[in-house]
């Protein structure tokens, strides 16, 4: 992984709805770049997690749930173990306020409000 590859990933995030503005939530990696830095698709924003706070990312909350229902088992096949991730994951597809538990109360939930606040302040006509 590296800086070039995180440009690479979020201008295929920008080329499968290049309508849309993106806000793609980063750790304190070395190889993902800050919001507003040269050579990031314009309707790209990056909202950086505090340094050293892996319980405020979302995606820990689902691999920890994906890691209990799949720890201690022995799978008969790849297509086993794909299914069973399926089985896993699928209500988070299916039922957003799944998604929604796991952004909780805090402050993920306060800083996308805060982005979305400003966001459309400085976009209105």
């Known amino acids: 992984m590296n800086l070039e590859w995180s440009h ?8 499968r709805d ?6 793609v939530l980063w750790d304190g ?4 770049p800050q919001d507003g830095a040269a ?8 909202l950086p997690f ?3 706070s892996p319980e405020l990312n979302p995606i820990e909350g689902l691999w920890d749930q994906l890691k209990d229902h799949l720890c201690n088992k022995v799978f008969a ?3 086993a173990m794909e299914k069973a991730i399926t089985d896993c994951l699928r209500p988070f597809w299916e039922n957003s306020e799944r998604v929604r ?5 805090g402050w993920l939930l306060a800083r996308a409000q805060a982005f979305f ?9």
Request: hydrophobic share 35%; net charge negative.
């Open 77 to 79: 096949s790849l297509k």
């Open 39 to 46: 050579g990031l698709p314009e309707n790209v924003r990056l």
């Open 29 to 32: 990696a070395g190889f993902h």
């Open 101 to 105: 538990d796991l952004i909780g109360q």
């Open 8 to 15: 690479c990933f979020l201008q295929q995030l920008v080329d």
């Open 50 to 52: 505090p340094p050293y």
């Open 117 to 125: 606040r400003q966001f459309y302040t400085s976009t209105a006509v």
């Open 18 to 23: 290049p309508e849309a503005t993106h806000v």
